[in-house]
């Protein structure tokens, strides 16, 4: 098959019954296949689809690896031109494969590519974990085409032109396998949350572009493996955006002009002042009666001093020569802005990649 379309699974067995018919049938008559890689899952997930669905692949997995783990384990068995990572709970459209594979076919500069993501709930809203493709704004902080922290725009087509971006979900993220090889998959010290955004940054820093596809649309329920106010959930979202910070930025500072030894010195001060912002919200937690989410952020940072490794000085000073063009990091502080802008807050950010773009190309 030229596409592989490979769900992860844990414990979701009864996602699998809900949305894997309208996945397989949508599958019909393309050259692709699904796959479902399962975690050691203790809720008869594989005994459901021995049953049900005999006629997919099966990899069953020794235990959990994290999404991270699982996939690298999944994927190393697959062959295909294309690789698929697609949530379990995610509910396709009957046509949403077609526009990725040929947005892939006719952009070979793009290495990843990713859908329109929906939410199942209210289904005229973009969906938190990825909307229309994402960003990272000047301290890190990831935001979204269609999300901004825990605010969600509507989909009035105000998005349906495709965009470079610097990440899509993991939710829906096709890659090519080429690609995928040469990254080496995902980084498994994130085990989960983040690991996508350091994927497709990763992919840019070798000159690969990743782009969201909004031909392409999915439905995702959200919150299938973690409910959003767990405290492991927030220590792996603090944790993990250091450790992207840590593998990224010195090779994107290189990447755009400055010396190694500069580029190195700027990524530190960053982390330095991320990790500030970091402390404070784990004050405002502990002020606001959440002690589990302060003690969250200790961990995490405790987390990221053991796994934390030296940049790549190679990377770094092939990133110097090379110059490759990474997009998608704003120069705005998406936390203020989205205090001083309130429901605006949309409008305003396309207003400034409208006036980037044009700066661009004047």
């Not at 996508?196 to 329920?221: F, M, T």
């Not at 405290?231 to 593998?247: F, M, Q």
């Not at 003690?295 to 110059?323: K, M, S």
Request: hydrophobic share 40%; charged share 25%.
């Amino acid at each position: 098959m030229r596409t592989a379309v490979v769900i992860l699974n844990w414990n979701t067995k009864d996602y699998l019954r809900r949305f894997l018919p309208g996945l397989l049938e949508s599958l019909d008559g393309e050259d692709a296949c699904a796959i479902v890689a399962d975690s050691a899952s203790g809720d008869g997930s594989m005994e459901f689809m021995e049953e049900n669905f005999p006629q997919v692949r099966r990899i069953p997995l020794d235990k959990n690896y994290g999404f991270t783990g699982g996939y690298n384990r999944a994927l190393a068995g697959v062959e295909a031109e294309y690789f698929v990572l697609l949530n379990s709970d995610i509910e396709v459209s009957p046509d949403w494969l077609g526009p990725l594979t040929q947005w892939m076919d006719s952009h070979p500069e793009c290495g990843i590519c990713g859908p329109k993501l929906l939410s199942l709930h209210d289904r005229g809203s973009f969906e938190y974990a990825g909307a229309a493709g994402g960003y990272l704004d000047a301290f890190g902080y990831p935001f979204c085409r269609g999300r901004v922290l825990g605010r969600l725009d509507r989909d009035s087509g105000q998005y349906d032109s495709p965009a470079r971006v610097l990440w899509v979900s993991g939710a829906a993220l096709m890659i090519r396998s080429s690609l995928w090889n040469s990254l080496g998959g995902l980084d498994e010290r994130f085990f989960a949350h983040m690991e996508e955004i350091d994927l497709c940054w990763r992919a840019q820093l070798l000159g690969r572009q990743v782009w969201n596809v909004p031909g392409s649309k999915v439905y995702h329920l959200g919150g299938g493996t973690l409910p959003a106010a767990s405290p492991w959930k927030l220590e792996l979202n603090y944790r993990n955006n250091l450790l992207l910070l840590e593998n990224n930025l010195a090779p994107t500072y290189a990447a755009r002009g400055s010396a190694p030894s500069r580029a190195l010195r700027e990524a530190s001060r960053l982390i330095f002042r991320r990790k500030l912002l970091d402390g404070l919200a784990g004050l405002v937690y502990l002020l606001t009666l959440k002690p589990k989410n302060t003690a969250a952020v200790l961990r995490a940072h405790r987390g990221y001093r053991i796994l934390r490794r030296e940049p790549d000085a190679a990377l770094v000073e092939r990133c110097y020569r090379e110059r490759p063009e990474v997009r998608g990091l704003s120069g705005v502080w998406i936390l203020a802005a989205s205090a001083c802008r309130g429901k605006k807050i949309f409008a305003h950010l396309a207003k400034m990649a409208e006036k980037e773009e044009l700066r661009k190309y004047r």
